[in-house]
């Protein structure tokens, strides 16, 4: 007895001392995977510079500066008066702020330990900082699914996802840097509420959500998928008071935390997005009751009150539903958003509202994509599918509902497919976990006896077959072991214990056969390890490639390779700095400040909305002076604001439609007329991006259709089918005069013909048909080094308008100084 007792707490300190060193192996691990994450993120800094990348993140640059240099009580009464001119911007009530909240705290924490680091080094690394922490949140929800095995490997898998990493390298200082780990550890805490019935990690759900609100606009996805996950449970007879918890909470103290957010505001109880997770809210609160009534009532009772409390229920729903109908009736869209709206419709962007339809990142991704973003990980997903039916629990419920939306969504949406990676990553660590489980154990239980028996041909089947016998007599005997425990823990009812007898000896005999399927010939086992360890070879090759050659790229800063070396195309910050030093930025006085000093002075202002443009005019001859206005495609209205310190028409909020289709329809204009428009505007530059020289596809000319389609949606007179020649687009002989005389295509093709004496385009690898013309409204003042920017200067109306009426000698000397004191402003290109 002595020596069995001995025995026994030597196998209990063994297994203490095994799981100890699992915690530990598991930690260092995961610091690993961060060390990973943060790592593979830095060849954008390692093979171009530190700076930031795309268009979005410039503004939120420029709004992290402004919020680390004059607090955040100014940032939230922040009026930008350079941002869509004349009307400006509340940034504080129009922006998501939980990216630029992040990274100023981030900074200010570092700066008060002395380590002196700029905004703009802060901004370029919170990206990689928060893919590791997202890294270890995969690994947190993982391991409430499937256990600490599948967290580790979808943990690794996150860290790499090319589709993760293109939102997320070091530069890309765009929300989904921080949203993407807000949206996987909200599902973590929700899991892990309905997992263990915690009011305490409900209240961290709700601030989980909070923060995943300030942060995107992709909250919605949240508070809509848990709702279903909700609604499903109930419905699949699966509803708990884990389930009431794990919910309830959430939509109570998450809706109330999500009004606090200017953005947002009274739209989390007003808009069609958030009505399920209200209407679920209703339903899980009659089942809550009618579970409650079945435990205090006898069965008639029961019957009765469950009849009085559904039809309540359900004039109560009916009720919600009349007034949610007479909320909604009034809008046109009936409550939902013009992005929620393309994603439930997938044409209705393009019919409706073509300014969301341009916007490449909207447009559906095509099959190679998801081979690209995702790699091996789709050929996995539906083994990890599987895997959570066997058993299915709320938890692997949950992921299974999650990959199946976001597969749909990404299928709409190829931006989504950001959405689509933590839950392709789940799964796929999910099912390559369980597919290791099975080959290793497998190994396990018949190497031994390989390694111990000599004995050739019959005499090893033999052996094979009884080791496997053998385990399973092990294994039955550990599971007859855990029944007897559990049996003499729950001790049933003698009246109860005929019917728990037989499917316990149903589920017994079930998992003796599992286990014995589940045990492998040791070369199939060993083969497909070494297959999965190939597979995981080619993904981190993938992986790799794509982080440090596909996503590394700035837009800001193009390269291209050819025969004579690396060429670096620096064009649009050569264009900026241009604007910067050579337009001064001080001798204006804001049209906005002249009309409150109007207001404050008594003078009538007449704001006129019935005219092409929506403007502001004021009734008082009052002379105001005008900044030196950059007119441009939305696309780089944030570079110019933050690289240039210029004032731009329109920039990528893209918030008043109007407004952008005024800036399309003057592109799409004759000179004249748009010159007019312009000067309606009062802008003074025009920047055009052009691509035709060097063969960048992403210029000016192959957006034009689009501007012609935002115009036209405003502005009837621009029609599509002008520009186009038997339905197709084209910019050589063939194209209409339309098209041939639009402001766009003169300046782009300005001066063309003078590169190659040929006029011959790159990117549509044809000739342009229009090849000398001259510029009559509009002057060219700069244009980069490989023509991928071009700048024009509106020309003042008495340089553009000859014959029409005498000058007088005062306004002949006063334009002779005025010439000359421009000719003295002109400076040279800082760049050359």
């Not at 016998?469 to 039955?476: A, C, E, G, Q, S």
């Not at 023509?787 to 109306?797: A, E, I, T």
Request: charged letters at 15%; aromatic letters at 12%; hydrophobic letters at 45%.
């Amino acid at each position: 007895m002595a020596a069995a007792a001995s025995a026994l707490e030597n196998e209990k300190d063994s297994k203490k001392l095994r799981y100890a060193f699992g915690n530990v192996l598991s930690l260092f691990i995961l610091l690993l995977i961060g060390v990973l994450a943060f790592s593979i993120r830095l060849f954008s800094v390692i093979k171009y510079e530190s700076v930031i990348h795309e268009f979005d993140p410039y503004f939120n640059y420029r709004v992290t500066q402004f919020l680390t240099k004059n607090g955040i009580y100014d940032f939230w009464n922040w009026f930008d008066d350079r941002t869509w001119y004349p009307l400006g911007r509340v940034i504080g009530g129009t922006v998501y702020p939980g990216l630029t909240l992040t990274a100023g705290s981030l900074w200010w924490f570092l700066n008060s330990l002395n380590i002196p680091l700029s905004v703009e080094t802060v901004c370029v690394f919170t990206a990689p900082i928060f893919s590791a922490i997202a890294a270890w949140a995969t690994y947190l929800l993982t391991k409430e699914v499937k256990g600490t095995g599948a967290g580790l490997t979808a943990a690794v898998l996150l860290a790499m996802v090319p589709s993760y990493i293109s939102r997320s390298v070091a530069g890309s200082y765009d929300n989904e840097a921080v949203a993407i780990f807000a949206l996987i550890f909200t599902f973590y805490l929700y899991i892990k509420t309905l997992n263990t019935g915690s009011l305490f990690y409900a209240t961290l759900n709700a601030l989980a959500y909070f923060y995943m609100v300030c942060s995107w606009g992709g909250y919605t996805f949240i508070i809509n998928l848990i709702p279903m996950h909700v609604l499903l449970c109930i419905v699949t007879g699966r509803y708990s008071s884990r389930l009431y918890i794990a919910y309830a909470p959430l939509v109570v103290l998450g809706t109330l935390l999500a009004a606090l957010v200017p953005v947002v505001g009274f739209n989390a109880v007003m808009t069609s997005e958030h009505f399920a997770s209200f209407l679920v809210f209703i339903i899980i609160h009659v089942v809550a009751l009618v579970y409650y009534i079945k435990g205090i009532l006898s069965q008639k009772m029961f019957k009765v009150a469950v009849t009085l409390v559904v039809s309540v229920g359900m004039v109560v729903c009916l009720a919600m539903v009349a007034v949610l109908v007479a909320l909604v009736a009034s809008s046109p869209t009936k409550g939902w958003s013009g992005r929620s709206l393309s994603l439930l419709d997938p044409t209705y962007a393009s019919k409706y509202i073509p300014i969301i339809a341009s916007v490449s990142e909207h447009q559906p991704p095509t099959w190679p994509s998801y081979f690209m973003d995702i790699n091996v990980l789709a050929f996995l997903v539906p083994a990890g599918i599987i895997s959570c039916f066997l058993p299915l629990s709320d938890a692997s419920s949950f992921v299974v509902l999650y990959i199946v939306t976001s597969v749909y969504f990404s299928g709409v949406m190829v931006r989504l497919m950001l959405v689509l990676a933590p839950a392709a990553c789940i799964m796929s660590g999910i099912a390559l976990s369980e597919a290791f489980d099975v080959f290793t154990r497998s190994i396990k239980c018949q190497l031994p006896e390989l390694l111990s028996d000599s004995q050739p041909g019959a005499g090893d089947m033999a052996s094979g077959n009884t080791v496997v016998h053998n385990d399973t007599v092990k294994v039955d005997k550990h599971s007859n072991a855990e029944k007897n425990d559990e049996t003499v823990k729950e001790r049933p009812s003698k009246k109860n214990r005929k019917k728990e007898k037989e499917p316990v000896e149903k589920v017994s005999i079930k998992s003796r056969i599992e286990k014995r399927l589940l045990v492998l010939p040791l070369e199939t086992s060993i083969i497909a390890i070494v297959l999965l360890i190939l597979l995981g070879a080619f993904y981190v090759v993938h992986c790799v490639w794509a982080a440090s050659e596909a996503y590394s790229a700035p837009s800001i800063v193009l390269t291209s390779h050819s025969h004579d070396g690396l060429h670096v195309f620096d064009d649009f910050r050569e264009a900026y700095a241009w604007l910067s030093h050579n337009t001064d930025v001080d001798d204006k006085e804001s049209i906005l400040t002249s009309l409150n000093a109007c207001v404050l002075m008594g003078i009538p202002i007449l704001i006129n909305t019935h005219g092409p443009l929506s403007v502001f005019t004021v009734q008082h001859s009052l002379a105001v002076k005008t900044n030196k206005l950059v007119a441009s495609w939305w696309d780089y209205g944030y570079q110019t604001t933050a690289m240039a310190n210029r004032t731009v028409i329109v920039d990528n909020n893209t918030w008043n439609n109007t407004h952008i289709a005024t800036v399309g329809t003057a592109m799409s204009s004759p000179e004249k007329a748009a010159w007019e428009i312009f000067n309606s505007l009062d802008v003074k530059y025009v920047l055009v991006v052009f691509g035709g020289l060097v063969g960048y596809p992403s210029d000016d000319i192959n957006k034009f259709l689009w501007m012609v389609r935002i115009g036209g949606g405003v502005f009837p007179h621009i029609k599509e089918p002008d520009y186009l020649r038997d339905g197709q687009y084209r910019i050589d002989s063939q194209a209409t005069p339309t098209m041939l005389n639009s402001l766009m295509y003169k300046l782009s093709y300005y001066r063309f013909v003078e590169t190659d004496g040929k006029g011959f385009d790159r990117v549509r690898r044809t000739e342009i048909g229009k090849k000398y013309f001259k510029l009559t409204h509009f002057e060219e003042v700069f244009t980069t080094h490989h023509w991928m920017v071009r700048l024009y200067k509106l020309k003042s109306p008495k340089n553009r308008i000859r014959g029409k009426a005498k000058k007088s000698k005062s306004n002949q000397k006063t334009s002779s100084t005025a010439r000359l004191k421009s000719a003295d402003k002109i400076k040279k290109n800082p760049w050359h």
